[in-house]
T-cell receptor, first 111, second 113 residues
Framework: GENVEQHPSTLSVQEGDSAVIKCTYS??????FPWYKQELGKRPQLIID?????GEKKDQRIAVTLNKTAKHFSLHITETQPEDSAVYFC??????????FGAGTILRVKS | DTAVSQTPKYLVTQMGNDKSIKCEQN?????MYWYKQDSKKFLKIMFS???????INETVPNRFSPKSPDKAHLNLHINSLELGDSAVYFC????????????FGSGTQLSVL
């Protein structure tokens, strides 16, 4: 079935620490895996994405890793800052024509 | 010069009423979507249109009817509103199919009383 599991549902870290959010997907044909950040009361915005022909991608303090065999992918945020506090959503393309989102992770960065 | 704009931002209405939400994108994208975000923040696709053609129609009550007069507009009409329809509805667009970056509108907070 179409399923994207995301963990943890909430994550609290101290400013400067790293944060890791993990997702698993069920459709072995999925080939596109974006991550969206949604600040309180705002729209979701893409922060990084990865395609199935790549194992890792990095953009400054954020990185995403993909393990196609195990069907899981992760978001890594290093040197967290208070402005990183938000809800983060992973997603996977299903059937080539839609994205299925994970349930979201509330990240709180404590200063 | 907002890329994806939707109106209204807030919508408060009584059960049984009919309401519409409008969405427009000026990015020249081919595909537009409606997503529903419930109180637990879960984002679920409702519909997608590619060049005015319906591509995705998830298991959504037929009280919800999308309309795309042209590829820059995708409106959502909801008949006989129910309490459970209360949510934030996001319009989005992408250049082509779903495996490309989604640009979301600012959302419409619908409250059904």
């Amino acid at each position: 079935g179409e399923n994207v599991e995301q963990h943890p549902s909430t994550l609290s870290v101290q400013e400067g620490d790293s944060a890791v959010i993990k997702c698993t997907y069920s459709d072995s044909a999925s080939n596109y895996f974006p991550w969206y950040k949604q600040e309180l009361g705002k729209r979701p915005q893409l922060i990084i994405d990865i395609r199935s022909n790549v194992g890792e991608k990095k953009d400054q303090r954020i990185a995403v890793t993909l393990n196609k065999t195990a069907k899981h992918f992760s978001l890594h945020i290093t040197e967290t800052q208070p402005e990183d506090s938000a809800v983060y959503f992973c997603a996977a393309s299903i059937g080539g024509n839609k994205l299925v989102f994970g349930a979201g992770t509330i990240l709180r960065v404590k200063s | 010069d907002t890329a994806v704009s939707q109106t209204p931002k807030y919508l408060v209405t009584q059960m049984g009423n009919d309401k519409s939400i409008k969405c427009e994108q000026n990015l020249g994208h081919d595909t537009m979507y409606w997503y529903k975000q419930d109180s637990k923040k879960f984002l679920k696709i409702m519909f997608s249109y590619n060049n005015k053609e319906l591509i995705i129609n998830e298991t959504v009550p037929n009280r919800f009817s999308p309309k795309s007069p042209d590829k820059a507009h995708l409106n959502l009409h909801i008949n006989s509103l129910e309490l459970g329809d209360s949510a934030v509805y996001f319009c989005a667009s992408s250049p082509g199919s779903s495996d490309e970056k989604l640009f979301f509108g600012s959302g419409t907070q619908l409250s059904v009383l």
